[in-house]
């Protein structure tokens, strides 16, 4: 088995070689993540996608997870009278999973979208006495459609954050 014909149809797979077969369905959520006096902030670029379309959840208490799904809502070409020449925009699922810091107030978390750049915002506890509970929690994201006002208070889609224990 040569290396070649792989790089042929993948020209990328070498600098990332944990890219497989598992992980191609899914896209790797990209972020930044930096700590102030107050909080730790997280940046996550999801271009394209709307707060309705996205998902967090902390689960086991501790454990920041992010998701989504951008759809391919094109119709076959065939059926419209064109071809395709290029398609490099990726589909499927999105997701990112991580550990929070043993100083998060994982009740207090709030989260934002605006220009398809989600910002989480987890304050941070001082006094380390923040214990992890058994309940759930949703939060609206915010975003750029706030000046709505009729369904500003209404979680819709999977806009919302979920706060558990699994």
Known sequence: MSLIPSLMINPNS????????????????????????????????????????????????????????????QEPAEDKGYKWHCRERTHGIIMREFRLPENAKVDEIKASMHDGVLVVTVPVDHENKNKTKNHKKSVEISGDDDDDQSHAHTPKGLGRFVCCKA
């Open 14 to 73: 070498i600098f990332n070689p944990f890219r497989g077969s598992f992980t191609e369905n899914y896209m790797y959520i990209q972020m930044d993540w930096k700590e102030t006096p107050h909080a730790h902030v997280f940046e996550i670029d999801l271009p394209g996608l709307t707060r309705e379309d996205v998902k967090l959840e902390v689960r086991q208490g501790k454990i920041l997870h992010i998701s989504a799904e951008r759809r391919d809502d």
